[in-house]
């Protein structure tokens, strides 16, 4: 079979632009001036916001709200804090804890009280997380705030960094069987019937959670069921969207009870 | 056994490997999604497996798939060697050394960002590299096909490239357009993230450049498809092509309008306008064009083929085809599945009604529908043409190829067809598990199930297709014969356009849509640079 040359790659050619033009016509003009002045926006506005150059929806200003909004937490994650905790100051760190910290929560970060946390490898965004809360006064504890008041940003980054690994999202990848069926299925996948995601799915490694996450594995017993608790009766609510709030109003006492000893024997 | 059958065998057994692996996770991900107790079931697991299915069945089987055979359209239809054949065993290395590479964090469960990426969740950088590597095998595999064309033109100056030659080079062309959007965005935005060199991501200018690529891959896979269409159907029906001319045009479209479409996967995404969204929609809506064009031309070819075979009246050429044989199955099954496939497509290509179904199951049903209804059922009927071509021996049992061709088929809508009904339910996608006790969601219970039912049968036909593959190696089997035929046209005509025997308007044509679809919405980013998300890692 020969080929010749003629026009008919022209036609097609021809034709698709044509089509193009045609939706042009109708994507940047016709629609949005038609669409456009229904929702009382003039031409050119109209025009421009189809283009995409000018700030779009919604056509109507919403009305004010008289309330002001008060955020669950003051806690802004960009990456010059993010840097900061990767490549804080070490010397300052060690020192703040030594003159602050030691008293409740051990030398080492190992806490010899069980209503204190251990901070030894915790996460370093999650104790950031915390000293700022206590600090701009959405979390409270009758010895925490006070302290935190007194720190400023840079002291609050050197002292996470002092007791994180900085890892995140950090339960070991290989969590113990634990004895009670219930508890391993609530810890690894959760229950659906009452909307709870499993704990793994926020605090699992690499599970995607907030970066916020805190690692549970070998904290106290009697810290992490106070926490559970306090979730469940509104004592505590800096969990940005109520997440934690929300899981935890909806677990039994028993389960609290176990869902904390499992992660305090990990 | 020759160089190009081992080339062709090799290329093919990787994608059918990885294909077999991915309908296994498949079922065991619609047990999970089902009321029924599913084996292993966690969340973690559920996505692992979702990114391990589709990496598998949208990366691996399709790219090693669409290489094994266009190098086996090239030699067969050309009848000249294929150029560079060691590049070809170079570019089958890599591409499945890029495979192993990707295959080991997704193990690990350090890339669990399902295989579109969905940034700024970011996995290993080994996932991203292997998925690199796997590219440019394909890229390799394009050069070649460009080449060999060449090669033939020159030789056989003035004359037509044949069809099936034709239609696998304009794939080679569009897929190099089409990996230029994912290649941008994986070696600029993601992998210098996944490696710590950058702390943010812009999330809208990556999920643009993923559009470019995201629509137009999957005409790549499709291709190989058409082309058995064009090519296979007709001569195993024992017809003849009704159009050669228009089968090159549908290629030739298929090129233009893959392309400056894919922002509608981004309707409802908030960083381009309604104007680029709807040029974009107006351009996928053409995409019909050349899905017609071929309903049309091989319903007429297979017509021929009925009526030559003694069919009378309206539809009497209709049974009176040769149904017993795969191919021609294949393409009848195919047929039925892309009405409801394309339907479902139209819906979703539309701006308004697209709000109901995104990010619902009505869409994860379309992609499997029209993937498993009509793209991998031709790659099986394609597989039981060329199997004997390449082993030399033929099926013991072809009884078995039909029963498979027809559980897929049977399978794939008892899966699909509950899973669009659930869609427009409300039943949202990429979600793990459901509280079927929420008297809301009850009733989906069921559907689900019945849609579990079909993927049990689409596993039990994916396991026979293997046997079948397997049987077709062995020594008792019939001696075949290995010479490749490929349908001629009703009326060969004299000559055919010049702009139907190369890509070069095509390729301008492209390069005009491209930047009035998608010039500005991606200069945008630069010129107004959106806040980017800090980088969110999985692994």
Redesign the interface.
Known sequence: ??????K???Y??TG??A??A???F???LL??VIQGAQAGLDTWSAIC?????QA?SPAQPTPPVQSAAKPVSEVV???AV??GLNAANKELGAQLAQDICTACHGQTGISPDPQYPHLSGQSAFAIYKQLHDYRSGVRQHDLMSPVAKTLTDEQIIALANHYATLT?GTLDRQLEVEADPRIDHLV???D????I??C??CH?I???GP?ETPTLSGQYRQYLAAQLSNYAAGRRRNDVFSRMRGIASKLSEEEIRLVSGFYAEQ | MRSLERLTLAHLWTGFVAFAIACLLGVWQMWVRSPLTAPLSTPDRYYQSVTAHGVSMAYLLTTFFVMGFGYYVAETSLARPLPGKRWAWIAYGLGLTGGLIAAIPILLNQATVLYTFYPPLTGSALFYLGLVLVVVASWIWCAQMLVAMAQWKRSHPGQAVPLAMFGTTANAVMWLWTTVGVAVEVLFLILPAAVGLTETIDVGLSRTLFSWTLHAIVYFWLIPAYIAFYTMAPEEAGGRLYSDTMGRLTFVLFLVYSLPVGMHHLFMDPEHSTGFKFLQMTLTVLVAVPTFLTVFTISASMEIAGRLRGGKGLFGWIATLPWERPMVLATGLAFFMLWFGGGGGLINMSFGMNAMVHNTSWVTAHFHLIFGGTVVIMYFAIAYTIWPKLTGWQSPNISLQRLQIWLWAIGMMVMTLPWHYLGLQGQWRRVATFDYSNPLITPWGKWVVVSLIGGVILLISAALFIYNLVAMHRQPARKASSLQRYAQSLHTPASIPASLNGFRLWNVLVLVLMILAYGYPIAQFFLNPAPAAVVHRVD
């Open positions: 079979m020969a080929t010749h040359s003629d008919f790659g022209y097609i050619f698709v632009l089509l193009v045609l939706a042009i109708l994507g940047f629609l949005p916001r189809s283009l995409g150059i779009g994650w960009n990456t993010m840097r995140r690894r996948t959760g659906t019937a009452r909307g995601p499993g793994q799915s699992g690499g599970a995607g970066v």
